[in-house]
């Protein structure tokens, strides 16, 4: 912005609204010094928008894990497995001396012995729709619903079917749910970790921009000390324009996030890893606090670059 020659004298006996006046236009508060168009804005409001966009997909990444490690833990640990194996002859009664001990065991609900087409179903995804089940020394397996986790006793019921029945083996899904757990725990940290990247990312590029606008308006910053204006008060007109191009770019950027969330299709039960991505019920309110978060962001990361700058140019 190019400012009229003034006389030194002159500018020395202005009074401070009326100089910030002639020279942008606006009241005191001075915010045209910084430019409302050119490279400077649009990075702040691409940057701004662009990191709301990542950062919708990485919060609902976040979410989502979480409550894919409580499905996970809290579907296995509803279940217990009982595997029997046993020669040709004693496979029979075995099942039936573990239906027994099952039905009376505390804390359990009624066993399910797992028919031939079920044990298909569980074999299908390695040995493809035609596996013959009945040529196949397949074990039979029990699933034993956990009706009270307090009553029931794992490794009390493992020794009692250890001792009476030598081909049964009980599997409470520890070894399974674990991992599983610990994944899903793992890629809730990484979208955590996600977000900060992103809100680190923008206040490089907003504090750039500001930077750009400071060294643009040198001239300008002459004048204002020339009349005795302070550093902070240059300073809080860069602070509030690059607070509001953050706002409202990361509020566009949001909100093109949600709307690429909610065309997400929709999968079905057998893609349990996907399942449930993006916000359910008040996780939505979660996202609106992204533009916000963006606009402390650049309020922060511009007070920071201007008072630096200004600091350093005398």
């Known amino acids: 912005m190019r400012l009229p020659k003034l006389n030194r004298r002159v500018v020395k006996g202005l009074d401070l609204r009326t100089l910030l006046t002639a020279l942008t236009g606006e009241g005191a508060s001075?915010?045209?010094?910084?430019?409302?168009?050119?490279?400077?804005?649009?990075?702040?409001?691409?940057?701004a928008g662009a990191m709301a966009f990542l950062a919708v997909f990485a919060l609902a990444l976040s979410l989502a894990t979480g409550r894919l490690a409580d499905r996970w833990s809290e579907s296995l640990a509803q279940t217990v497995t009982v595997r029997v194996s046993a020669p040709a002859g004693q496979v029979e009664p075995q099942t039936e001396a573990v239906m027994q001990i099952l039905r009376g065991t505390p804390g359990v609900g009624e066993p399910h012995l797992l028919t031939q087409d079920q044990m298909a179903d569980l074999l299908t995804p390695w040995f493809g729709p035609d596996v013959p089940v009945d040529a196949l020394p397949v074990p039979r397996l029990i699933e034993l619903p956990i009706a009270d986790a307090r009553d029931f006793d794992a490794e009390g019921l493992r020794l009692r079917l250890e001792g009476e029945v030598p081909g049964a083996v009980l599997d409470d899904h520890t070894e399974w749910r674990r991992p599983l757990v610990t994944a899903a725990n793992r890629l809730q940290v990484l979208g955590i970790l996600s977000l900060?990247?992103?809100?680190?990312?923008?206040?490089?590029?907003?504090?750039?921009?500001?930077?750009?606008?400071?060294?643009?308006?040198?001239?300008?910053?002459?004048?204002?000390?020339?009349?005795?204006?302070?550093?902070?008060?240059?300073?809080?007109?860069?602070?509030?324009?690059?607070?509001?191009?953050?706002?409202?770019?990361?509020?566009?950027?949001?909100?093109?996030?949600?709307?690429?969330?909610?065309?997400?299709?929709?999968?079905?039960?057998?893609?349990?890893?996907?399942?449930?991505?993006?916000?359910?019920?008040?996780?939505?309110?979660?996202?609106?606090?992204?533009?916000?978060?963006?606009?402390?962001?650049?309020?922060?990361?511009?007070?920071?670059?201007?008072?630096?700058?200004?600091?350093?140019?005398?």
């Open 196 to 314: 900060m990247l992103i809100a680190a990312a923008s206040a490089a590029m907003i504090t750039l921009a500001a930077k750009a606008a400071l060294a643009a308006n040198g001239q300008v910053i002459r004048v204002l000390r020339l009349i005795g204006a302070r550093d902070i008060t240059i300073a809080t007109a860069f602070v509030r324009r690059f607070t509001r191009r953050a706002a409202l770019g990361a509020g566009v950027g949001t909100l093109l996030g949600l709307l690429a969330v909610i065309a997400l299709p929709d999968l079905d039960d057998s893609s349990q890893f996907l399942t449930g991505l993006g916000f359910q019920g008040w996780s939505w309110l979660w996202a609106l606090l992204i533009p916000l978060v963006a606009a402390g962001v650049g309020f922060l990361a511009t007070r920071w670059a201007a008072l630096s700058m200004l600091g350093q140019v005398r």
């Open 30 to 47: 001075g915010d045209r010094i910084v430019p409302p168009t050119g490279f400077t804005a649009h990075l702040t409001l691409f940057a």
